[in-house]
Every structure is written in C-alpha cells, then in structure tokens.
C-alpha cells in the first residue's frame, strides 16, 4: 500500500509539473497574440490619426461648402449637425483663395438667413469652447463686406432682430455687423 500511495505521490507530482510546463507555454503564447494585437491596434490608431490629420489640414477645402450649398439649393432644413459642420470646417487661412472666400462668405449670409439664432448659438459655442475668437472675428468681418448686392441684408437684419438667444452680445455684434454692411451699401 505504501508503494502504490508513492506511486500515485510520484505521478501526481509529475503530472502536475507537467501541466504547469504547458500553462506557462499557453501563457506565453496568449502573451504573444496580445502583443501583436495591441502592437495591430497601436498602428491602426495612429494611421488614423494621421488620415484625420491631413484631413483637417487640407488647404481650402471645397467639400462642406459644397455640401452646404447644395442642402440650401435644395431648400433641405439644415440642422445642427450642418451648422456645427460649417462653422467647424471654415477656413479662416484661406482668405486669399478667391473662389473659397466668397463662396464661404455667400454661405455664411444664406445660413444665417435661414436659421439665425441656430447660427448664432453655434458661432457662440464654437468660441465658447475653442477659447478663441479669432473664428467669430472672421465671421463678424465677413458680415460687413458681404460678397455681392444679391444678398438681402435687410431681411437678415429683421430676422436676427426676431430671435432671442442665449449669447446677446454676439447677436448684437452680428446685428452692428449686418448694419455696418447696409450702411456701405447705401
């Protein structure tokens, strides 16, 4: 009896050590499958980044103006998203393009023609959280040099006259802005 109990002692030690062997072997093979997926992610990532980086980055790009345009041509309510979209994706650095200035310009009248307190809310948050008003400056000076005599700044100034919004001193800017540009007009 003895014997088969050391027996038994001796091949359930041996088994165990055996096992053991595997596990650490499993171990490092799970280790391994983490590694290169982590190492995968990590390199995915940052080729993300850097696609959204030359994506923000791109020099006077036309898309969400034409994207705008083409939602106010076909008399689509813009919401939210359009007008964050907008004041976002606005280019201040490309002033000096001709044909992107003043289609931005022509937009920035026809948007807030539309809907003038949703673009004063987000004209308002965009400085809000950017802590930068270097954007709402552009915006203002836009307004007082508008692009062509089609636009009816009259009618404008009587909409944003209408509503009521959170930031009152930008709707006032806005309003000074507008009248400013009525009054070179005359």
């Not at 949703?118 to 930068?132: A, E, G, I, N, P």
């Not at 836009?142 to 062509?148: C, V």
């Not at 006259?161 to 709707?171: A, F, H, P």
């Not at 000074?176 to 009525?182: L, Q, V, Y």
Request: net charge positive; hydrophobic share 35%; with cysteine.
């Amino acid at each position: 009896m003895k014997f088969r109990t050391k027996t038994l002692l001796i091949l359930t030690t041996a088994f165990l050590l055996n096992c053991n062997g595997k596990q650490n072997q499993t171990e490092k093979r799970i280790e391994k499958i983490a590694e290169v997926k982590t190492d995968s992610i990590v390199k995915a990532t940052a080729s993300i980044k850097e696609e959204s980086k030359s994506e923000i980055t791109r020099p006077c790009d036309f898309r969400i103006l034409k994207e705008t345009d083409s939602l106010l041509q076909l008399n689509t309510e813009l919401d939210e998203q359009d007008y964050l979209k907008f004041i976002v994706n606005m280019r201040i650095d490309c002033a000096n393009n001709v044909e992107y200035s003043q289609w931005n310009n022509e937009l920035i009248f026809k948007m807030l023609e539309k809907r003038p307190k949703m673009f004063v809310t987000f004209l308002s948050r965009f400085s809000t959280k950017t802590r930068s008003n270097e954007k709402t400056d552009f915006i203002l000076k836009e307004l007082r040099n508008p692009i062509h005599d089609g636009i009816e700044l009259n009618k404008i100034l009587n909409r944003l006259g209408e509503i009521t919004t959170v930031d009152s001193r930008l709707k006032e800017l806005v309003y000074a802005s507008i009248n400013k540009a009525i009054e070179k007009n005359k």
